[in-house]
């Protein structure tokens, strides 16, 4: 099963961009990759997922390395409301999105 | 769209009691995935279900059921309840569970065993 790496915490100021890594040097070829975050007292939520390419969405975007080893999730432009735990899942047919690791602790600066 | 609702929201139950959590996921989502949250485990997978049938399962003691209706709702039964067992249940349901398919959480029921 693909597990992934993440820093436990991270800190960054307010309107800033923020770059939270992830390892996944074992994903398969068929895995996505999946970015959800959980904000204090609520369930996870969707924040991007891709496959080779980089995507981009509203929320953040997603730059994924050309041996897919690692990604790295993007925010433009951190805001209070982004402070979160940030969890980076490997998703295939085998296991999808069934390993979550610790995350990580996004800590927003004012 | 109304997104995926728990009932209850929270729970209090003694140890040896039995309890039952709903799920009602996205209208035409059919894959629905249950997990355990605690603070020392994280975020563990207990079981995903997809037309009425259970098609993953994790690590947890057979306790742990759930079933899934024809309507897609789902529900999650704990049996002789331990203290360990107090935890955030979470729902989450996607379309078909496929490896680049979204999951749409829902708030979660926290159960609390004493």
């Known amino acids: 099963d693909a597990k992934t790496t993440q820093p436990n915490s991270m800190e960054s100021n307010e309107e800033e961009p923020v770059h939270l890594p992830c390892n996944h040097s074992t994903i398969s070829g068929t895995d996505y990759i999946h970015w959800y975050r959980q904000l204090p007292s609520q369930g996870p939520e969707y924040v991007i997922h891709g496959l080779t390419s980089n995507v981009n969405n509203r929320m953040a975007s997603l730059a994924i390395a050309e041996d897919r080893k690692s990604s790295t999730l993007i925010l433009h432009r951190a805001t209070l409301r982004d402070a979160a735990v940030y969890y980076c899942i490997p998703g295939g047919s085998s296991n999808y999105q069934l390993i979550w690791g610790a995350g990580t602790k996004l800590i927003i600066k004012p | 769209k109304a997104g995926v609702t728990q009932t209850p929201r929270y729970l209090i139950k003694t140890r040896g009691q039995q309890v039952t959590l709903s799920c009602s996921p996205i209208s035409g989502h059919r894959s629905v995935s249950w997990y355990q949250q605690t603070p020392g485990q994280g975020l563990q997978f207990l079981f995903e279900y997809f037309s009425e049938t259970q098609r993953n399962k994790g690590n947890f003691p057979g306790r742990f059921s759930g079933r899934q209706f024809s309507n897609s709702r789902s529900e999650m039964n704990v049996s002789t309840l331990e203290l360990g067992d107090s935890a955030l249940y979470l729902c989450?349901?996607?379309?078909?569970?496929?490896?680049?398919?979204?999951?749409?959480f829902g708030p979660g029921t926290r159960l609390t065993v004493l």
């Open positions: 989450a349901s996607s379309l078909a569970g496929g490896p680049g398919d979204t999951q749409y």
